[in-house]
């Protein structure tokens, strides 16, 4: 009968490690919801450093390739005409800009991310964007 005391006493020795393999399951999970509020904000501003990319390299094609003028006139686009000239031929690659067809869709140009993004209402707007006089 001392003996089988012995071993029911033995047994509380093994509540130790049950106890500290679930304090350290508790933690892990912690440490996960942890990691994944901290990546998720870095996805939502990742977005925002791809658009900014986007945007620049959008305009750079309009400075460089246009001289911020219309091609068929060679003259500054209208201040009050929307969409026109350069603006809707200078495409935007790598970004999705109106959420249709994907990135390097061929609906995605200089123009629409003007608007859609940056919620210009005019070339002229579109142009001070991108850092062409108005």
């Known amino acids: 009968m001392r003996a089988r005391l012995c071993v029911a006493a033995d047994m509380k020795g093994i509540e130790l490690p049950i106890n500290v393999l679930i304090i350290v399951a508790i933690a892990i999970i912690v440490l996960i919801a942890l990691v994944g509020m901290f990546y998720s904000p870095v996805n939502q501003s990742g977005d925002s450093v791809s658009l900014d990319i986007a945007k620049s390299q959008a305009c750079r ?57 940056y919620y210009a209402t005019t070339d002229s707007d579109c142009r001070k964007l991108c850092g062409c006089a108005a």
Do not use: M
């Open 61 to 117: 094609s309009l400075v460089i390739g246009y001289d911020c003028k219309d091609i068929s006139t060679s003259k500054p686009l209208a201040s009050h005409t929307a969409g026109t000239g350069a603006l809707i031929l200078v495409k935007v690659d790598n970004y999705d800009v109106d959420g249709i067809g994907g990135a390097n869709s061929a609906g995605d140009t200089l123009w629409k991310l003007c608007n859609e993004k």
